[in-house]
Structure formats: structure tokens, C-alpha cells
């Protein structure tokens, strides 16, 4: 079973979200994880699998509202739900952790939320104060902030270490994708 | 049609929001509109239905999450749809509008996060200044505060009469129910 | 809680299939049951719920598809799922029993199924040999044939003495609804 | 974008369906497609991702009912809906063909009904004379049968040259995979 990172944002974002997304992208694919987005061409869901897909032997899954959406040229499965906004439970269940990059859109605040409810972790980059405080206190442990893409996937190396998920040695070794 | 107002609010709450929940319910029902909630037997969603059947010719939907749940005794149709939190976005389509009682629930925040994005009026009662911060800033004009049950109903009344949906009379004339 | 009988059948439906939904709808409403639709205003959908309405007191659920689908006009609580066909597991999961009028459509077919797996019993009315020996073939004891709207009833009731279900009468008292 | 192959059956198989669904899987995996089912470690599902593990580069997809459903060993990437049946549109609407070994199992045949309804090419394999006249009545030209897993391919590979999707030559060469 392949590790899955689900990077979750706003479909209208801010540069500085898009960047983070897509480098985001590059660094799980380095690792041979999957990227998991809702899958449409725009924003950070498009970024972070533009960002995949700049490594070889890369996956990324999206997760589509519905059959009608124009998909991402860079998801390799898209995964027709034909469900709206229904879809970003199954974000949330499917991806191991869940990084969030802009907290503008009503989507991604609903997908924390579930992420949340779900018990998964979530790593919120470069959010506000106010946003963090928020959902800090929604899900305590279960959410943490990073001030970076790197400081996100640092993050995810210890969440993986100390719990259910194996160490990156296993998964590359399994996978037989590319190191950074 | 059933104009439908949609309770949502914590499994968990504190007395104050099961206490708002309940009279929500009843001066909901007294208008002849319809109370549809999580329909669960906990916490805000059997608050609401338990205030709206103090009211003769109520009707009470519950949207289940799964089919093992306990409906509370105050549901007079669960809709069984075996989804999890991912039947919260059918609360929330279903809804003409959303009152939220207690924000302290992952459940709930995604409900009314889902609410904006469905473009759903969401009424928070007695919320928080910093939840109130939060939500009126990611649904603008979509989301208001109400200090009390009666607030919120005024709240309805003024979006029905305002907006696409129809007035007091007509509602209380095609549905045959009491007054308050 | 009130007794849920779902009437499945096609959009595109015979007349004898709409004339069968349409009477069915009379017949369940008369015992103060719940009839649940698709919801849409066309074929044994539409014909269910007009049918049930001709009863004062009278309750219909449509679980719609889409929230872009026109609503039939005999429907008192539309549900809107917003999940296309994946809106029928609901149909059925929400129904304590299934009637089909007519099988010539997939999504009719595909209720049948999915009841057949929740676990539901399901009345096919005027099937033909083939239909009836495919889907008996699937439910074994679950699905039985009806010769007519009323032969579903009595079966309905019949089930309900024997099963989990309240008889006849504690049903109409608790709802308050008019008997035949 | 990647070729997604569906294949269906039931959890409680024949020998002879389990055997073609294993075969069924190698020869997508051969070719570079992507095996879509729905991910429990039993049956049909099992099969055949086991099958399309023995080629390597190959990727397996489960669209998994439950969060705790045991998932198949040979699944790459579970989804996760929490959606019970209701996940079985999910199946088709992601599946480019769906392929059904076996009929037997009530999943199996809503699965091939909302293939039909979401106009997806459905080909079954080894299929009874009945199944195959209910089925075909059902989806006309959309439904057709083979007599084993290669014919099933060939199948594909035709419907890929005459309509929507890209001839085998040119996945091939995006995708990377073994050729047969």
C-alpha cells in the first residue's frame, strides 16, 4: 500500500499558496508518495500536481466533484465521484495526512474540518494566526502548523516514525522511487 | 415544497446550545417549517427534533450517518444514507437554511463551511467573537449572528421575505400549521 | 418514527407503470406511510408522489440527484444529495420496504440490487417472467412479485405483522392518518 | 491521464471467476492500464489486483465501502469513501470499461445497472445465457459479452481504437509499461 499525502487548498489562491503547493508536490513525489487533490485544473490542487509530476515514477490521484470537471493534466487517475463538495470526505479518509495550503476557501476549510472528524493529521502552511488558533482548537493534537513545504514534510517524517505509518526507508525500499 | 430549516451543533454541547437547539426546534415547528438535523440521539440534533415535536404537525428529518446509528426518538423520517460525515453536505443541500448551535464539533464546522460553499445562509447562535470572525470572513454576507432562537427566526423571516423564498402566510396557508 | 415505502421505477415509464405508481402512492398514503421517490418530476417518480397527494395528510420525500434537478411537484421534502445515481443507495437504505413499477430502466434495476444487498424486501409489480426469475435468482426470499398495486399493499402488510415492523393499526394511531 | 479497467464480481466467487478475474488483471497490468475494483481482500476484488501485481510498474486502485474494511494486499492505493454501496458509482463512474466476472452477487449487478446509466461499456465474461439477455435488454449495444479474459481485452483494445480513447501504441508510450 502506497503512502498518500492529500494537499488540499483553495481553488482561487494566493501565489505565495500556489508555490508552496507545488513544491509541496515535487517533495512527496521525491519521496515516492502519492499526491491526493481534488483533482481540478486550478489552484493549488493543479499546482500540487504540477509539482508531482516534475519526478519520475511520481502518482497523483484526484478526487473529482464530478464527471463534468475539467480535470488537471497532471492527475494520472482521476477518481469520479459525481458527488460536489460530498467528494472531500473521501479526500480526507483516503489521504494519511492532509496539508493544507490557504484556508480562503470554504472547500478546504470544510476538508479540515473532516480531516479533523476523521482522526487524520493536518499540517496547516504558512496560515494565519487567527486561522491557527481556530483550528487548534478544533483538533488539538491532531493539528499542527509548518512555515514551509520542507518543515511540512518534516513534519509527516516524524508523524510517520512515531505511528502506524512505516519509516521512509521502508516506503522508498517498497516503492523503489527516487530520494531527494 | 417544505420550507426546511437545518439544526446543527454538536453531539457534545453545552446545556446553553442544547437549550437553544431545543427552542429553536419548537419555534421552527410552530411556523409550520420543517427541522431537519444529524438525527442522531445526542446532543444538538435530538435537542432540535425533541423542541420541534413539543409542536402538533411537526415533521422532523433526520439525516443518519449510518445505518447502525441510534435515531433519536424525535425523527420522524431518518434518511439512512450510509456515508458518514460525508452526509453532512446533504444536510446542508437540503437545508433552505442553517442555524449552527455550538461551534465546538468538527462535524458542525465542516457543515457550515459545506454551507457557504453550497451558498446556504448560516445563522450562528450566541457564537464566539473569534468563530464569528472566522465564518464571516470565508462567507461574507452568507453568514450572521443571531443572540437567541427568537433572533435567528427573525433572522429567517427577513431572508424569506427578501429572497427566493416565500412569505409567512403563504407557508402557513399551503402547510396548514400553527402559528406561534 | 414513520414507516418509509420507497416506489422505484423509470423516468421514461409505460402507462401501465405510472398508473400502477400512481395508485400505489393513494394506497400508502391512505395508511399514513411515508412514500420516498428519486424525487424528479417525471415518469413512476412523479406518478408515486401526485398519487399520495390526493391524500389529505399525506407525506412524500424525494431524494434528488442533483440540486439542479426539477423537483416534482407532489413532493413535500425534497433531499438533495447533489451525488447522481449514488443517490440511490439512499433511496433504499432510507426505505423499510421497495416497490418497483416497471424494470425497464438501470437505475430502477440498479435499486433493486442495492436493496437486494442492504438487506431490504422488495415487491416487483407486473414484472415479466424474465425480470421476476433474474431478480429472484439475486434476492432469493427478499423479492416477490405483485399482480397489482393492492397485492403489494397486502404483502407490505403482511411483512409488517410478522417482522420488525408495527401493525397496521399502532402505526395510524401514532401518525394520525387516515385509514382506507 | 491513465487507462482505468474496472473489474467487478462478487466477493463470493466461482473457481472460474476468480480464475478469469486474476488472468483479467495480469493482462490490464500488461498493458500499462490501471485495475480499478473494489479493494476488500476478498473474492473477485481480490483476484484480480493479485493478477496485475505480477507485472511490475503496474498500479491497482480499491475503492474501498468502509474505513474498516480489510483492504486486498495487492491494492496500491485504497479510497477510502464510507460510503457502503454507495461507493459502487464511484467504481463505475472512475472505470473507462468495466469489466464483471460473475453475476452472482447483488453489488455486482448494481455496479454493471450504473455502468449502463452512466453510459460506461460494460463487457461480461462467461456469463449465463439469462444474464446476458437481461443485461443486454438492459444497455443495448453498451453491454457485451466475451467467453474469456483475453477476448475481454481484444474487446477493449477495439472500443479504445474506434472511439474516445487513445489506441494502445499511444498510452503505451505516455504511460511507460510492459507491453504483453
Known amino acids: ?53 516534475r519526478v519520475g515514477g511520481s502518482l497523483t490521484i484526484g478526487v473529482l466533484p464530478t464527471a463534468k470537471d475539467r480535470v488537471s493534466r497532471h492527475v494520472d487517475v482521476p477518481i469520479i465521484t459525481e458527488m460536489g463538495s460530498g467528494r472531500n470526505n473521501i479526500n480526507v479518509l483516503t489521504s494519511h495526512v492532509v496539508v ?33 488558533a481556530f483550528f487548534r482548537k478544533l483538533g488539538r493534537r491532531l493539528v499542527t502548523a509548518a512555515s514551509s513545504p520542507e518543515e511540512a514534510i518534516e513534519r509527516i517524517m516524524k508523524q510517520m516514525d512515531g505511528h502506524r505509518y512505516r519509516g521512509r526507508a521502508a516506503e522508498q525500499a517498497e516503492c523503489g522511487e527516487l530520494s531527494m
Chains 1, 2, 3, 4 share one sequence.
Open 1 to 53: 500500500m502506497r503512502f498518500v499525502v492529500g494537499v488540499m487548498g483553495p481553488a482561487k489562491a494566493r501565489k505565495k499558496d500556489l508555490d508552496n503547493a507545488r513544491f509541496l508536490g515535487e517533495l512527496i513525489a521525491r519521496r515516492g508518495w502519492v499526491v491526493l487533490t481534488g483533482g481540478r485544473d486550478v489552484g493549488v490542487m493543479d499546482a500540487a500536481c504540477e509539482g508531482a509530476k
Open 100 to 132: 493544507a495550503c490557504g484556508l480562503s476557501g470554504s472547500g478546504t476549510v470544510s476538508e479540515v474540518a473532516l480531516a479533523v472528524k476523521a482522526g487524520k493529521p493536518v499540517i496547516l502552511v504558512e496560515a494565519s494566526q487567527a486561522d491557527l
